[in-house]
T-cell receptor, first 114, second 108 residues
Framework: DVKVTQSSRYLVKRTGEKVFLECVQD?????MFWYRQDPGLGLRLIYF???????EKGDIPEGYSVSREKKERFSLILESASTNQTSMYLC?????????????FGPGTRLLVL | EDKVVQSPLSLVVHEGDTVTLNCSYE??????LLWYKQEKKAPTFLFML????IEKKSGRLSSILDKKELFSILNITATQTGDSAVYLC????????FGKGTKLSVIP
């Protein structure tokens, strides 16, 4: 079974704090993704990575950065958290081959920025 | 810009009813379309469709893709309360583009 884990299920931070969200997958997947999910807006892609040390901007990268130092780990960083970054954050991973395109999601981190 | 529209936005049915959820899309370099079910937490994978006209089935759920008309449908027969969830459609080009989902509520 594919397993994608995220470091925290719930997180409360103050405006201006630096926030790290960690995601680890155990399927040796090349591709990893960070989404945020908000009511009425659906799932929106923040950043993704197709390989170690490689990153690509998604649809809403502003205010975020990412790090992929190891294949199994993809970190999302909020350099200076703001209240409009309160959201559910979902990490996903997938393989590179066409028959491995399914993305498997972690359980999500619900972040509240006060 | 890639676009995905799911309809209806929400649906309330009684147990035993059959429902059809719709997904229309405009995606450049289309490769596949995925359906997910999301209950209280993360989306869980249901189907991946790559070819037109070939129905994929899993128990009471089935799905089909029409690449000419750019849509897909997800059918659920004999609905149960455990089918209550948000169903997400996501066509894939270089990455997935998610629709906003259809919220299905099945009442006893």
């Amino acid at each position: 079974d594919v397993k994608v884990t995220q470091s925290s299920r719930y997180l409360v931070k103050r405006t201006g704090e630096k926030v790290f969200l960690e995601c680890v997958q155990d399927m040796d997947h090349e591709n990893m993704f960070w989404y945020r999910q908000d009511p009425g807006l659906g799932l929106r892609l923040i950043y993704f990575s197709y390989d170690v040390k490689m990153k690509e901007k998604g649809d809403i990268p502003e205010g975020y950065s990412v790090s992929r130092e190891k294949k199994e780990r993809f970190s999302l960083i909020l350099e200076s958290a703001s209240t409009n970054q309160t959201s559910m954050y979902l990490c996903a991973s997938s393989g590179r081959d066409a028959n491995q395109e399914t993305q498997y999601f972690g359980p999500g981190t619900r972040l509240l920025v006060l | 810009e890639d676009k995905v529209v799911q309809s209806p936005l929400s649906l309330v049915v009684h147990e035993g009813d059959t429902v059809t959820l719709n997904c229309s899309y405009e995606v450049t370099n289309f490769r596949s379309l995925l359906w997910y079910k999301q209950e209280k937490k993360a989306p869980t994978f249901l189907f991946m469709l790559t070819s037109s006209g070939i129905e994929k089935k899993s128990g009471r759920l089935s799905s089909i893709l029409d690449k000419k008309e750019l849509f897909s449908i997800l059918n659920i027969t004999a609905t149960q309360t455990g089918d209550s969830a948000v169903y997400l459609c996501a066509p894939r080009s270089y990455q997935l583009t998610f629709g906003k989902g259809t919220k299905l509520s099945v009442i006893p």
